[in-house]
């Protein structure tokens, strides 16, 4: 099992009013929450930022930012994980310019005015496209020398599109982000307003988004913006030429300083998952009698897995949002959405743009069998493998009757076993043993002693995020759990009531030792 994961962050208003006496609280529980976080999410790759890094786009306050992002990667340093940067910048990002002259005037009356748009899109020397280049410039001229953004980063039409390919064990990455704010240049509403071109997704992937999207296992989009920001044409014509096929795992945006998800899809297309986020320092304003400060801030971790030779991923995220509790403020779980007992939102289903084959390298955990040599992992039966050391077993299983017959099954096999009864038993084992595959019940006991499928779940992500390269193969009589267990990390599920469960038992066993590179 191979994990990509991100922090996704947006709406930060540097520099906006009152934010010098908000942000050091803020910045305090937000820092806290994610070393929380990190320890069932990481390590995090990207750092994706939604637009709005600043309040008015002037230079000072992204040199403000810079200050900020700093103290961030050293925290991140700290806890392990070293992240790139992008972003796409939003509409306070940008210098508004004079509202008076022609060419801004004409921006404003987009929908109307056909050929505005076709000299826009066509002639990067119109007066229209130079009054959205310098509109950008503060942020143009901070993102070409920004600190902690991957290499080989391909720009397009507009500022602040991109392509970028990231790579991590195997998985190809594909992240574009877009401008949805070129429009946005001054101070009203644009709800149904904005505009987006497929063109723009060209422009960035070597003028053939498709075949470049291809490319990769599975692609991200950013915008400041969701979509229904977007004026219906504009909706319409990127649900046909941009989002489908499934070319993109989960649409990140930003702006509505509120958390969402909503799963779309369209006849002959894969679903598309969009995510928009909290805001992560930005105040909101309400008029009612006396003047009201409402403060929504938060943030979201995501984290895709594959597994070997499969064609489909799974998408946890981790929504985060700050509230009063007993007169203090702390970041929690966002329970405004549907989330498991373990605070993330249900595993979703991707399908992949290409199947996932990882290649590892031999690195067998008793030094007298370590080796440098690359293979590609392949399942082998029982029958053709002839392992030169018999696989070390965990059994966590609470009935003495189904431990016994696991006993006697493993002993045939000349297996080393370990048993574990309860919860506290289990973790200690794993901490101090070399353990190669872990049998797992799920209606086991947790650290009180009480029974509870919930408990099997929780042992399973326990031992996914912090001994990965350890198979599970969960043993269980709830087979209506069996695509849930396999979503969340699990290398086999066999059932309890199966007449061929302890030989399926064993061909698992044989399959991931193969598969962790032992022949």
Not at 116 to 139: I, K, L, P
Not at 266 to 281: D, H, I, K, M, P
Not at 386 to 415: G, H, M, W, Y
Request: glycine share 6%.
């Amino acid at each position: 099992m191979t994990a990509f994961s991100w922090i996704h962050l947006t709406d930060l208003h540097q520099g906006m009013r009152d934010q010098r006496w908000l942000c050091p609280n803020v910045k305090e529980i937000f820092f806290e929450d994610i070393k929380r976080l990190h320890d069932k999410s990481g390590p995090w790759d990207l750092v994706l930022f939604t637009g709005d890094l600043t309040q008015r786009g002037d230079a000072t306050e992204f040199d403000a930012l810079n200050d900020l992002l700093a103290e961030l990667w050293v925290c991140f340093a700290q806890l392990g994980s070293v992240p790139k940067l992008l972003t796409v910048p939003g509409n306070h990002d940008l210098s508004r310019p004079p509202q008076r002259t022609a060419p801004v005037r004409l921006l404003q009356q987009w929908s109307e005015q056909p050929e505005v748009q076709a000299e826009f899109w066509e002639d990067a020397e119109s007066s229209y496209r130079q009054v959205v280049t310098d509109a950008f410039g503060n942020y143009s001229e901070w993102w070409e020398t920004a600190s902690y953004k991957p290499e080989n980063i391909q720009g397009g039409i507009l500022p602040g599109d991109f392509a970028v390919t990231l790579h991590k064990d195997g998985i190809k990455v594909g992240i574009v982000g877009l401008n949805t704010s070129f429009l946005q240049l001054t101070g009203d509403n644009y709800e149904k307003k904005l505009a987006l071109h497929v063109r723009q997704f060209h422009s960035v992937c070597n003028d053939d988004g498709p075949a470049w999207a291809k490319q990769h296992h599975f692609c991200l989009l950013l915008t400041h913006h969701p979509f229904s920001w977007l004026s219906s044409k504009s909706q319409q014509h990127l649900a046909e030429e941009l989002l489908t096929r499934g070319r993109f795992a989960v649409h990140l945006s930003g702006h509505l300083h509120k958390a969402d998800l909503e799963l779309t899809s369209r006849a002959g297309t894969e679903g598309q998952l969009a995510c928009q986020g909290r805001s992560l320092f930005g105040l909101e304003y309400y008029m009612s009698g006396d003047d009201k400060t409402d403060r929504s801030f938060g943030y979201t971790v995501g984290r895709i897995k594959l597994s070997d030779n499969s064609s489909q991923g799974s998408l946890v995220l981790w929504p985060r949002v700050s509230v009063l509790q007993g007169g203090q403020r702390n970041m929690v779980p966002d329970m405004s959405l549907r989330l498991t007992d373990a605070n993330h939102t249900h595993p979703q289903l991707i399908e992949l743009l290409q199947p996932f084959q990882k290649k590892i390298y031999l690195s067998q955990r008793h030094d007298d069998e370590r080796s440098d040599q690359r293979i590609t992992s392949q399942a082998t039966s029982p029958e053709r493998s002839q392992v030169s050391k018999k696989p070390i077993v965990l059994v966590f299983e609470d009935q003495p009757s189904v431990r016994a017959n696991l006993r006697i099954t493993l002993s045939k096999e000349k297996f080393p076993i370990h048993e574990a009864e309860r919860g506290a038993e289990f973790v200690n084992k794993l901490k101090i043993e070399k353990i190669d595959v872990v049998i797992l019940d799920l209606q086991v006991p947790n650290f009180k002693n009480k029974s509870s499928m919930i408990a099997g779940f929780e042992y399973l992500e326990y031992v996914k995020n912090n001994y990965p390269d350890i198979p599970v193969i969960v043993f269980s009589a709830y087979d209506i759990f069996l695509r849930e267990v396999l979503m969340q990390g699990a290398f086999d599920y066999i059932g309890k009531s199966d007449e061929n469960a302890q030989k399926k038992i064993i061909q698992s066993i044989y399959r991931a030792w193969s598969e962790r590179g032992y022949s």
